[in-house]
């Protein structure tokens, strides 16, 4: 049996399809302002019995597939387990929001907290930033990790932020510096939340930040917890959803 | 329904944007409450009630005026019902629980301040709620620093304002501060109504009021059967019609309900199957027609079987002991009624979490989500111990915050279906 899972996260949608337990294929696409239809080209050709859908636009795929859907929540906490058993709390950092979430002994899912409706600090701004000082998202991670020092941003909101960069950069700062202060002020932000519901333990990061080298040294260096990152970070709701779809008879 | 356009202008109801307000309140209305399954028969009388919200009952209130009697308007559970049965008024809660007219609000108030006092503001200034228009008077409540200074703004707007003090502490001192407010609210009400309070105008109204609660704790215990025999839905609607609707009809009304509910247990009967995820809110009070919360929980999987809320067992789970033969002794009564409500403006307030506790047990329910409203710093500062102590009880527990408007509503849906498969899984 094949068992597929499929995440329609806000800025990608993730396709991933277990058989026998191991993961025989996955792909990615941006989400575009057609989520169905991005969603439906990711699925064709591909061959699955059933299927789970999950991330932001999961009831919008339910009325035109005829399936169950689970929170990201559960997904990232089925789907982390897949990678790897050691370790006590997720973050995942995806395009629009930011979820912490602890686990019991038993590896179920505790306790969880998100950021609140705004996309601030969260990949999202991340892409947003590094347009600002004309980067790469690659170029942006380097850059940071190259500086020195950082220079403190202290607005988090994607609108003020920019402003903030804007005028660091009229003032001569080094760019390399703005981008390293960028990133500490996401993973801080983020940290605090991981801290409030699961403050020790070994860390699974996840989400599309995860790719990003820096943000994955920071994490370490802030929280002073070790960090995993799986593979690919990006499909680890879609490998969740596709467990749950295992486990539905 | 009939047509009250006259009815309307004669309050001075704005017109155009009422009929919209009414409009949009009936759609919702059907979409969320008429569309549910399996709901019983006994909720066919509070539809009527909400279809005729601003019709037939404000005609009832129109007409009790012309009979000479008052009609009061609150927007707390600390402003006692008797008191105001007792000169012969009428006491109704205000409108408070929608997002209308928030720009002219926020005219007069921070952008950050709690929806429940905006929303009073913007019903007032936009003429939108014939409640608030056919008040004599209008009783404020010193309860958090919002509503308490919200008030010297709302004064200028209405006809007779009439602030009451609270105690913050469940100290004697405390007691007498509510009980003495009280009494002050009683010469009030007397001089409006030019009535006088007696042992016996007394004792009648704390009998109406007592079934009328009486009722509602028979509601509550009805709902710790599994499969849930009404809906949170519903019940948070019975909970908000509590406020303004005549207290006896109501009361027979609960009653019947009661008695249909009842059978329904006795049948294993429910609106969701048998093991619906349970789950208890509590927190801020939701004001009609706030039904955004409910509606979430109940559309993922899970059914709401108590409010620990002041619409909900907050305002109604205590009775006045009608014991006494002066009036001082019935003061005592109703003080000692009214001083038991554990809202978040007390410190500290251990009973609260105490009762939550309770009410998880007593209903079987699997979790609590609590709910408080953006800027309420009393519920939000007390959410954060809450929840610690409800989780060390192994009650897990989901902490909100949220407003009237719709932009959160998935972010709050994710919350709420992953919080309702950690129940699940449990």
Not at chain 1, 183 to 191: D, F, W
Not at chain 2, 39 to 49: I, L, Q, S, T
Request: proline share 4%; hydrophobic share 40%; charged share 25%.
């Amino acid at each position: 049996m094949r068992y597929a899972g499929i995440d329609i996260g806000s800025r990608t949608i993730k396709l991933a399809v277990l058989e026998n337990g191991k993961l025989v294929f996955s792909r990615k696409s941006v989400t575009s302002h057609n989520p169905l239809e991005i969603a439906r080209d990711l699925m064709e050709g591909t061959a699955f019995d059933r299927i789970t859908a999950t991330g932001y636009g999961r009831h919008l795929i339910k009325g035109h597939l005829d399936c169950p859907v689970i929170s990201e929540i559960t997904a990232f906490v089925q789907g982390s387990r897949f990678f790897s058993d050691d370790f006590e709390s997720i973050l995942d950092i995806g395009g629009q929001d930011t979820k912490a979430i602890s686990l019991d002994k038993g590896g179920n899912l505790c306790k969880f907290e998100m950021n609140d409706r705004c996309a601030a600090g969260t990949g999202r701004f991340l892409e947003v930033m590094a347009a600002v000082l004309g980067f790469t998202l690659e170029e942006f991670s380097a850059a940071a990790l190259s500086a020195k020092k950082a220079e403190k941003i202290n607005s988090m909101c994607t609108v003020f932020a920019e402003s903030e960069v804007v005028s660091h950069i009229s003032q001569g700062a080094d760019r390399n510096e703005v981008a390293l202060g960028i990133h500490k002020g996401i993973i801080s932000r983020s940290a605090g939340l991981l801290n409030r519901v699961a403050p020790a333990g070994k860390i699974f990061f996840a989400g599309g930040v995860a790719l990003n080298n820096c943000a994955r040294t920071l994490l370490e260096n802030e929280t002073g917890r070790p960090v995993f990152v799986p593979p690919d970070p990006q499909i680890v709701g879609a490998v969740g959803a596709a467990l749950n779809a295992s486990e539905n008879t | 329904m009939a047509d009250y356009t006259e009815m309307w202008k004669s309050l001075g109801i704005d017109i155009k944007n009422h009929d919209a307000l009414l409009a949009g309140l009936g759609k919702a209305y059907t979409d969320i409450f008429l569309s549910q399954k399996n709901r019983p028969e006994g909720m066919k009388y509070f539809d009527f009630v909400m279809s005729e919200v601003h019709g037939l009952r404000i005609k009832e209130l129109i007409d009790a005026k012309a009979q000479g009697r008052k009609v009061i308007g609150s927007y707390c559970v600390f402003v006692p019902e008797e008191l105001v049965l007792a000169v012969d008024g009428v006491a109704v809660g205000l409108c408070a629980g929608a997002e209308l007219n928030f720009e002219a609000a926020e005219a007069l108030l921070p952008r950050n301040t709690c929806s429940l006092i905006k929303s009073m503001f913007g019903f007032k200034l936009g003429k939108l709620c014939p409640y608030v228009e056919s008040c004599d008077v209008i009783v404020g409540e010193n309860t958090c620093d919002g509503k308490k200074k919200a008030y010297e703004i709302f004064r200028p707007l209405v006809k007779d304002l009439y602030v009451m003090d609270l105690p913050q502490t469940k100290s004697e001192t405390g007691r007498l501060v509510l009980k003495e407010e009280y009494r002050k609210f009683i010469a009030k009400l007397e001089k409006e109504s030019g009535k006088k309070i007696t042992v016996q105008s007394l004792k009648k109204a704390i009998d109406i009021v007592n079934a009328k609660r009486k009722a509602m704790i028979r509601l509550s215990a009805i709902r710790a059967a599994d499969p849930a025999p009404i809906s949170g839905l519903d019940a948070l609607l019975i909970n908000q019609v509590f406020f303004h609707d005549d207290p006896v009809r109501f009361t027979d009304s609960v009653n019947k309900l009661c008695d249909e509910l009842e059978q329904r247990v006795k049948d294993h009967k429910g609106v969701f199957p048998k093991g619906t995820t349970r789950i208890i809110v509590s927190g801020c009070p939701m004001a009609v027609p706030n039904w955004k919360l409910p509606l979430l929980i109940e559309t993922s999987n899970a059914v709401i079987v108590g409010e620990e809320s002041c619409v909900g067992e907050r305002g109604t789970r205590w009775l006045t002991e009608a014991k006494g033969n002066t009036v001082e002794e019935l003061l005592d009564a109703i003080t000692n009624r009214y001083f038991n409500v554990d809202c978040a403006v007390f410190t500290p307030n251990p009973s609260r979490v105490d009762y939550v506790k309770e009410m998880t047990k007593k209903l079987h329910a699997d979790g609590v989500i609590h709910y408080s409203l953006q800027f309420c710093q009393p519920y939000i500062i007390e959410s954060g111990p809450v929840e610690k102590e409800l989780e060390k009880s192994h009650i897990p527990t989901l902490r909100l915050e949220t407003d009237y408007s719709q932009e959160d509503a998935g972010q709050l849906k994710t919350r709420i279906e992953a919080f309702n498969e950690r129940l699940k899984r449990k």
